[in-house]
Every structure is written in structure tokens, then in C-alpha cells.
């Protein structure tokens, strides 16, 4: 795995952001928040300044909306972002008004933009896929999978709980052993060692009661790879916050749908 974004501590944020990840997963017009947030968290990078020129902003919005649709405007997503509290006006210089990051995005701006940039790389991949699947399950473990890619593990989470709370039987389960991985990793990211080490070991004995292939998921060596993440995470000890290895952690591979067997037995 490439990183893991840092986790949000505010969970008014991290909600809201996740909000809109749920957004764009649903159109890819909706997609635009983020990317506007994107462009906002490279300008200020770029610039290395807490504010911007609202002008310099819309423009670098632009840019990328035309990345994704065109006929959205830059602009009004901008100013709903604004009048949402996520980014606000602090002043003018010289009339010309300037952005900055709202209360709660201020605190946490390095972390919040580094998620955002990995929302918005997995929705590219996702997008990319030739075929999407049709059924509601289908669909969220594809979008699983684009996020687990990423280490957004929350995410992962949310995504999979939608769906499992609908489900019953063998595929519950096996929704339930994927939550609890993801969990696990996001548990990692919190420094709780314990409820790390406890759902990586429930999930992967879960997840491991289905084939080879299970919804187009090579399940296998995936957990295989998450049980070597299990004995290293163990092997450290209360200091495997700081020294273990995040580039251990597996990717989920994933099929194209045309090549995906049938539902486990419900």
C-alpha cells in the first residue's frame, strides 16, 4: 500500500467529508466538493499561506472540473463550500477577496486534504472500471475495494456497514469479516493496539469461510497478506503505531464484473 492518510480527530469533519465521498460515489457531478477541496489544499501548499485570492481558487476549480464535468459550475460549488463553513471569507486585500479553511477544516487541514486527495484518486480508479456491476452489493464492494486501495479504512467501513445491515446469512458474514478488517486497520491508526489486533484476527477468521474468489474479490492472498499483517502488528507490540511497516498492508484485487461467480448461499 502506497500510505494511509492520517486519521481526522474531529469527527464533525471527518463525517462531513465522508458525506461527501457518499455524494460523489452516487453521481460524478457530486464529485466537484472535493475536488474544489483538492485544489483549495494544493493551492495552499503551493503558496505555502494559510489564504488564498478567491479568484486564483475559482480558476484552479475550473481546471479540474473540466477533468470531470464540465457543465458544473466552479464557482457556485466554491461558494456553497463557503457558505457551508467547510472554507470561509476572512477579508479582502487590495478588493480581492481571499478563502480560507473554515473553523473545523483549519485544525485539521494537512490531514483533511491528504484524505480528500486519496477520495478523489478513488474515485478516479473506480471510474475508470470498464463495467460497472448493477446490484446494490456488487456496487459497494466495488467501492470497497477503491477505498481499502487508498487506506481510507473508515471509509471502507461506512461503505460496507450500508449494505451489511440489509444482508443476511453468508453474505452478512462475509461483509461483517470485511468491516472488521478495514476496522482493524483504522483501529491501527488510532494507536488502539488491542481492537486492532482483535478485529484484524475476527475478520480474516470471518472472511476466510468463503472461496478463492468471492464477489470478484481474490480473497486467498489477500488474507493471507492480512494475517502477515496480523503477526508483525502483534510482534511489536504497543509500538507498532510507529514501526509497522503501513506498505505490508494488502490491496484488495478485485475482478471485472463480467467475471465474478455467483452470490455465496444466502
Not at 84 to 109: F, I, N
Not at 212 to 221: I, S, T, Y
Request: aromatic content about 8%.
Amino acid at each position: 500500500m502506497r500510505s494511509v492518510p492520517p486519521p481526522i480527530r474531529n469527527l464533525e469533519l471527518r463525517n462531513r467529508l465522508s458525506e461527501l465521498l457518499d455524494e460523489a460515489f452516487s453521481k460524478s457531478e457530486r464529485a466537484v466538493p472535493l475536488y474544489a477541496l483538492r485544489s483549495f489544499g494544493r493551492l495552499v501548499e503551493g503558496q505555502q499561506r494559510a489564504a488564498i485570492q478567491y479568484g486564483a481558487l475559482i480558476e484552479a476549480v475550473e481546471a479540474a472540473v473540466r477533468e470531470v464535468v464540465p457543465l458544473v459550475s466552479a464557482k457556485e460549488v466554491t461558494d456553497d463550500l463557503i457558505n457551508t463553513g467547510l472554507l470561509r471569507h476572512p477579508g479582502e486585500v487590495g478588493g480581492e477577496p481571499w478563502v480560507a479553511p473554515g473553523e473545523r477544516l483549519r485544525s485539521e487541514l494537512r490531514p483533511a486534504i491528504s484524505r480528500v486527495e486519496a477520495y478523489c484518486r478513488a474515485l478516479e480508479t473506480l471510474w475508470r472500471r470498464p463495467i460497472r456491476s448493477e446490484g446494490v452489493l456488487e456496487r459497494a464492494m466495488e467501492e470497497a475495494v477503491c477505498l481499502f486501495n487508498e487506506g481510507l479504512f473508515f471509509e471502507v467501513h461506512e461503505v460496507l456497514e450500508a449494505v451489511w445491515l440489509k444482508e443476511e446469512g453468508q453474505v452478512r458474514l462475509l461483509l461483517q469479516g470485511l468491516i472488521q478488517i478495514a476496522a482493524g486497520f483504522h483501529h491501527l491508526e488510532n494507536n488502539n493496539f488491542k481492537g486492532a489486533l482483535s478485529l484484524l484476527k475476527e475478520g480474516r477468521e470471518k472472511a476466510g469461510e468463503f472461496g478463492a474468489v468471492c464477489f470478484g474479490l481474490e480473497m486467498d492472498r489477500f488474507l493471507e497478506k492480512v494475517k502477515a499483517c496480523y503477526d508483525s502488528i502483534e510482534a511489536l507490540g504497543r509500538d507498532a503505531f510507529d514501526r509497522f511497516d503501513r506498505r505490508m498492508i494488502p490491496q484488495m484485487r478485485l475482478l471485472d464484473p463480467g467475471a465474478i461467480p455467483a452470490r455465496p448461499d444466502r
